[in-house]
């Protein structure tokens, strides 16, 4: 095995101050009220409002209750993966020596031991920590839709039905915002997993994460597809 990096050098401080930096900042800049308004998510929005609209209308309505049933199985799906990825990277911790060697193996890679092995791993930590949190508040979001939605009236009663529907769709959107979150968690997650090989590989992880995530939620073919 090749010599031992020192614990913690300068370009791991840059690197890591950029990772936040850009997550931070791309976060805060992609849900900012002016810019969100030309995502992928603001679109779909439209969408939800149209289908409650729609669900106000019929009266047998099994066909949302459906829809919802499947939207709830696809976040428990993210949210039980993530509890593993917790597990795996808690064990990790237990196997520094042997895993080390696999990522010393790596062309271009910084060996890592010590302190700056639980750096990384807990920065992993942390970040699916945040995803779980996000995941299990869309699903309960998307719970409460299935409430809110069995207790709409029928249509014919004297109620005002735009506002049933507005909030109907606000509930729906707000949980599709979170579990985008949970999957932007896993984006980064992909990426901080770079720094195991090297501080520039993970500053240039980083910055093709941003770039993926940006042009999926503001310039991809779905979204134009959706828009028109």
């Not at 520094?96 to 639980?118: C, V, Y």
């Amino acid at each position: 095995m090749s010599t031992v990096a020192s614990p913690f050098q300068w370009d791991d401080g840059i690197a890591l101050g950029f990772f936040l930096l850009s997550w931070i900042a791309y976060a805060g800049l992609s849900d900012h009220p002016r810019r969100q308004q030309d995502s992928l998510l603001a679109v779909t929005n439209r969408y939800r409002l149209k289908w409650m609209q729609e669900m106000l209308k019929r009266d047998n309505r099994m066909m949302d209750a459906t829809m919802v049933g499947n939207l709830l199985r696809s976040i428990t799906f993210f949210a039980n993966t993530t509890i593993f990825i917790l597990l795996g990277l808690m064990g990790m911790l237990g196997y520094q020596d042997r895993l080390a060697n696999i990522f010393a193996a790596i062309p271009f890679s910084r060996p890592t031991e010590g302190f700056m092995w639980e750096v990384k791993i807990f920065l992993l930590i942390f970040i699916f920590i945040h995803a779980f949190f996000k995941y299990t508040w869309s699903l309960r979001q998307y719970n409460y839709a299935c409430i809110y939605i069995a207790s709409c009236p029928q249509r014919g009663e004297s109620v005002d039905y735009d506002s049933i529907a507005q909030r109907g769709a606000w509930l729906v959107g707000n949980a599709a915002k979170h579990f985008n979150h949970g999957l932007r968690s896993y984006y980064f997650g992909l990426g901080a997993l770079a720094w195991f090989i090297h501080p520039m590989i993970f500053i240039a992880a980083t910055g093709w994460v941003v770039f993926i995530t940006h042009r999926r939620e503001f310039r991809s073919g779905t979204l134009k597809n959706l828009a028109e």
